[in-house]
């Protein structure tokens, strides 16, 4: 993660965003009231699916059940209806 003040921040502020882009490098943002984190937008969307994907009870542990499954005992996709 870059740490950078505001004041250089404002001065780069178009090089540190496409680095965040390209690189998916956070940003923390300081300032004298506070810091703040600038992510990439897939960062983010990430972020929030994983978030998303934690809430659902059980979900975790059928994910962990299910890697433990010889695949040889699974259906091939090939065989699902979608």
Same mark, same amino acid.
């Given at each position: 993660?870059?740490? !950078? /003040? !505001?004041? /250089?921040?404002?001065? *780069? @502020?178009?090089?540190?965003? #496409?680095?965040?882009?390209?690189?998916?490098?956070?940003?923390?943002? $300081?300032? %004298? =009231?506070? =810091?703040a984190v600038i992510l990439s937008e897939? &960062?983010? /969307?990430?972020?929030?699916?994983?978030?998303?994907? $934690? $809430? !659902?009870?059980?979900? %975790? +542990? &059928?994910? @962990? #059940?299910?890697?433990? #499954? *010889?695949? %040889?005992?699974?259906? *091939? +996709? %090939? +065989?699902?209806?979608?």
């Amino acid at each position: 993660m870059t740490n !950078i /003040n !505001i004041t /250089n921040f404002r001065k *780069d @502020i178009y090089e540190l965003l #496409e680095r965040t882009i390209k690189y998916n490098e956070p940003i923390n943002v $300081s300032t %004298k =009231n506070g =810091n703040a984190v600038i992510l990439s937008e897939e &960062d983010y /969307n990430n972020l929030m699916e994983t978030l998303y994907i $934690s $809430s !659902i009870p059980g979900l %975790k +542990e &059928d994910i @962990i #059940e299910g890697l433990k #499954e *010889d695949i %040889k005992d699974c259906v *091939d +996709e %090939k +065989e699902v209806e979608w």
